[in-house]
Structures are given as structure tokens and as C-alpha cells.
């Protein structure tokens, strides 16, 4: 992010500190990390140490280090809960407190360190951090965001990624009994914290077993192919290296050629942060839907077939199944026909990189696929059923699998070989309703999160332009078709020598045919119609 000019009473520019937020599971190796960086601190740092538990020893040893490093280190302690999730204006309070330890004619500090709880979601920090920033609020003064940094356990990784299980079921990732955050499953949050990092740190790679490190490296590579990636043991890894970019940031912004962490990513333009959550048909990620009957596409349903067995239920349609699988931003692939025009097939917006050892080893690609044309849910429900759940247990077993992998597109399904996938989709079962799908190991859920900017009526659009105006926007400009706005499928695809072809045949089938398009549309205005009328009633309560 761009330094911003805090001016004082001499109208002089005063220098924002960075703020560098470690996220990672309870286990990784934060704490060692971050008391490494303190024992080996050359100039005043701030920490801020989030303590989920009634006895928090990770605060301890950080209080502990301020005494060895004479003062040097100055430690604020969160009071209660996560602070990337209720406690988010807590955080940004901590942080403008530690601030004015200063003091006039104080060293001031060179970096904020945020330790976070293990089931943080740094996302959500990010994002809480930048809103309250935009907004122009003074506890963002004199600081800015600038990394977040992960850890990974690099003998762990492999697995927690086939786990089907949620933060719950392993009590030794809950650091208190609140169960703040034990509901996300764990391949979601290990993933979530992967893509939202601006470095990731492969920690305790000497405990990695077989060909565990190396899948570990070629898949965080893909999941996230502008984080910084640093390998190390027992957290050995300088402050100076993780920041080493800052400085030519720095100098880049005075010269004019600073641009932020989001322009060269493919973003999620989301609007469920403005309070505009579709008021009806609302599924949350944290529960399952029950019902064994339900065969709606929407519902947030995760059902595991073990780890040594394919889905045995032929009659199930359900398309949010457990049928787990995986996602990046990355784009490697090129829509074979560059004449083509069509809006309704899918294309993929590429971007061609070097490979590395392990990408030709594991043969890890990525491509984007969109259409404007929404997906028959009943279809969708049907191709995803298709798709099998591994019977590994390890992600690089996964990967080496040489039968699988000769299979590839001779399998039942081209989505085989996919280990992420995520994106928007547009279903014609909801027409309003911007779903939102997830897939990563085994795990797979098609979500409703907010609704599309196109299906808002001019009551709506009013008062949400005061809320997100840049935000519309930018859609209006980028994203609107007639008649349909910014209604789109938008889904990346990761995977080991995948089928992109037939993946793109398979979401193309799905889509509701040209001549089924104005029966549709009535349907799309009359949903559009209830939900405004539903939204009027509430405003005026």
C-alpha cells in the first residue's frame, strides 16, 4: 500500500509506519518466528499480540523479550477474542495506542508486528484495515498496512489440505474454548491464509517428509503467484528479508511509480461488506444444510465420502457436495480461438510465467473461466456430483498418483485432477443471488454471498452509491452487459495436468441454452422486483 503524508503542525510529511500482520495455524511456528525477529531487533519495533486464550504464553515470551532487548520492543495485548473478526476497530485501537508510545523526541518505531490468532483470517484485517483507512478515519494515522505474512508448517501442509474436517474437530488449532472461527473447515482456512499473504514463510522444512516440501512449494506457488515465498527451520528468517521491498516501495511512490498490492491481482469485488446480504435463501458457511432430500445447488452442504471412497449415491444432484477441490489467481492458459467473440463461452484471461522445477514437475497450471450466460441449476448440480473425491490423504500422494494422472480426461469427470477452484457464479435458480463457489481438497461449497449490482433497484442503488460508489463504479465500467449487468460465471481452476478443454465443455453444458434465455429474464425482473420490495420493507422498520 502507498504511504500516506500525516501532517503536523509544521505542515511537515511524517513518515508512516508499516504494519506487518503474521497469520498462520497454532503449531506453524509464529511465536519462534516472531521472538527471532525481537531477539535480532536493530531498530524499535512495535507488537501486538493477540491473545485468544485465558493464559496466552505466546504474550508472555514476547513481554519476556522487552526486558532482554532493553525496552527496545513495546508490547500492547488484546483483551478479548479474535481481532480480525469482532475485534477488528480493537485492533486498529491497539495499534493507534501503540503509536503514541512514540513520544515526542522518541525513537520512533521502524515496523508494527500484529501476531494473530491461528484461526485469523488476514482477508478480513486486510480489508477492515483499508475500509477504516478510505474512510478517513484517524486511527489509521500514521501507519499503513503493509504485509501480511504467513507461516506455514511445511511437514503438515500436505495433509491439512485433503482434510475434511473443521478447526473444530482438531483441538490442537483452537487456542480457547470460545470456538471463535472452529466452524471454517481446515483446508479452507489453510487456503484463505495461503491467497491473502504478501509473503508466505515454509517453516520447519526439515521435518517435511518425502516429496511433501516440494508439492508444498509448487502448490502455495499457485495458490498465490505474487507472494514472496521463504523456506527456513525453526523460524529462522531476518525481519529485514521479509521487509526488504518496503523501501523500494518507498522510493517508487516519491518517484511516482507506486501502485498497490491490488493491481496486478485478479480481486474479488465483493458487496456483502455493505450490508446489502441477499434478506431471503441466506446460507451461512458455517453450518451445513441437513436436509437429505435437498437437492438445491445453493446450500451449503459438505458431505465427506471417506478417505478411501468415491461418492456411491448415483441419485444425488446436490452440486454443493463435499466433491472438494482448488483455486489461485493465477492464469497461464490462452483462449485457443482469439477471434471469438461469443460473451457466453468461457475464455481465460492469461498471463504466462517461467516455469519452475516444480511446476514442471507437478505440472500445476491455472486458467480463468467466464460466461454470460447463467448456469441450469439442475445441470450444475449433476456435473459437480460427478466429481470424485481422492482417495489420498496426502497432497503430493495426490499429485504423484500416476494412475490418476494417466487417467486425466478419461476419467468420469475433467475435474479430476483439480486440487483448488473458486470464483462467482450466476445460477438461474437465483437470479439476484451473486453464489459464490469454493472448492479446495475435499472439500466444496456453492454459497450465496450478497447480491449482484444488476438486480438492485434504483432505491437500493441510491444508497448503496453512498456506501460503495467507487465500487459500482468500477462494475459499471468493467463488469455491465445489457440487460443482464454484472451477472457472470468467473471461476479459476488449479490443478495437475488438468483437462482444461473438457473442464470448459463440462461449465459450458451447464449453461442455460440461448432459446431458454427470455423465460429467464421474466424470472430475473420478477426476482429482482420481490427482493427490492423485500428490501423496502425492512428499510422502512
Not at 142 to 168: A, H, P, W
Request: net charge negative.
Amino acid at each position: 500500500a502507498a504511504d500516506v503524508a500525516v501532517e503536523t503542525q509544521k505542515a511537515a510529511p511524517a513518515k508512516s509506519v508499516p504494519v506487518i500482520v503474521l497469520s498462520g495455524f497454532l503449531g506453524t511456528g509464529k511465536t519462534t518466528l516472531l521472538k527471532h525477529w525481537l531477539e535480532k531487533a536493530e531498530s524499535r519495533i512495535g507488537v501486538v499480540v493477540n491473545d485468544v486464550a485465558a493464559v496466552n504464553v505466546d504474550a508472555k515470551l514476547v513481554a519476556n523479550q522487552t526486558k532482554d532487548i532493553q525496552s527496545r520492543v513495546d508490547t500492547i495485548q488484546l483483551e478479548n477474542g479474535c481481532a480480525c473478526c469482532s475485534l477488528g476497530d480493537e485492533l486498529l485501537l491497539t495499534i493507534y495506542d501503540l503509536l503514541q508510545l512514540q513520544g515526542e523526541g522518541q525513537e520512533p518505531f521502524s515496523h508494527i508486528v500484529v501476531e494473530m490468532s491461528g484461526v485469523a483470517e488476514p482477508k478480513r484485517v486486510r480489508e477492515n484495515f483499508v475500509s477504516t483507512k478510505k474512510g478517513g478515519s484517524p486511527l489509521t494515522e500514521g501507519c499503513e498496512l503493509s504485509k501480511v505474512v504467513t507461516v506455514i508448517d511445511s511437514s503438515t501442509f500436505c495433509t491439512d489440505y485433503m482434510e475434511f474436517s473443521r478447526i473444530m474437530d482438531r483441538p490442537e488449532l483452537l487456542e480457547d474454548s470460545s470456538m471463535e472461527g472452529a466452524s471454517i473447515k481446515v483446508v479452507e482456512l489453510l487456503v484463505e491464509q495461503v491467497e491473502a499473504a504478501d509473503v508466505v514463510i515454509l517453516n520447519k522444512t526439515d521435518l517435511a517428509e518425502g516429496d511433501s516440501l516440494e508439492a508444498t512449494r509448487a502448490v502455495v506457488g499457485a495458490l498465490n503467484k505474487d507472494a514472496q515465498i521463504v523456506e527456513t527451520s525453526f523460524g529462522q528468517v531476518r525481519l529485514a528479508e521479509v521487509v526488504a521491498d518496503i523501501a523500494k516501495a518507498a522510493v517508487a511512490e516519491q518517484h511516482g511509480h507506486g501502485h498497490g498490492h491490488e493491481e496486478h491481482g485478479h480481486e474479488e469485488h465483493g458487496h456483502e461488506e455493505h450490508g446489502h446480504q441477499e434478506q431471503a435463501k441466506g446460507h451461512s458457511h458455517a453450518s451445513d444444510c441437513s436436509e437429505p432430500e435437498c437437492t438445491d445447488a445453493s446450500h451449503g452442504h459438505a458431505h465427506s465420502h471417506g478417505h478411501a471412497s468415491d461418492c456411491s449415491d448415483p441419485e444425488c444432484s446436490d452440486a454443493s457436495h463435499g466433491h472438494s477441490h482448488g483455486h489461485s489467481h493465477g492464469h497461464d492458459q490462452e483462449c485457443g480461438d482469439p477471434n471469438c467473440t461469443d460473451p457466453s463461452h468461457g475464455h481465460s484471461h492469461s498471463h504466462s510465467a517461467p516455469a519452475t522445477t516444480a511446476d514442471e514437475r507437478f505440472g500445476i497450471r491455472s486458467f480463468t473461466y467466464t460466461a454470460r450466460r447463467p448456469f441450469n441449476g439442475e445441470k450444475l448440480a449433476q456435473a459437480l456430483q460427478k466429481w470424485p473425491v481422492s482417495r489420498k490423504d496426502c497432497l503430493s500422494d495426490m499429485l504423484l498418483d500416476s494412475d490418476a494422472a494417466a487417467a486425466g480426461g478419461q476419467s468420469q469427470s475433467p475435474l479430476t485432477r483439480v486440487i483448488r477452484s473458486k470464483g462467482f457464479c450466476w445460477l438461474d435458480t437465483y437470479p439476484s443471488s451473486r453464489m459464490y463457489w469454493s472448492h479446495a481438497g475435499k472439500n466444496m461449497a456453492l454459497e450465496h454471498e450478497g447480491v449482484w449490482w444488476g438486480a438492485m433497484t434504483p432505491e437500493q442503488l441510491q444508497v448503496m452509491e453512498q456506501i460503495a460508489g467507487d465500487e459500482y463504479k468500477r462494475s459499471q465500467k468493467e463488469e455491465f452487459l445489457p440487460d443482464y449487468a454484472d451477472r457472470r460465471q468467473e471461476l479459476v481452476f488449479i490443478g495437475m495436468n488438468m483437462d482444461e478443454e473438457g473442464i470448459r465443455c463440462l461449465m459450458d453444458d451447464c449453461l442455460l441454452e440461448e432459446e431458454e434465455m427470455a423465460e429467464y429474464k421474466v424470472k430475473q425482473e420478477e426476482d429482482k422486483a420481490a427482493l427490492g420490495k423485500s428490501w423496502l420493507n425492512g428499510f422502512a422498520m
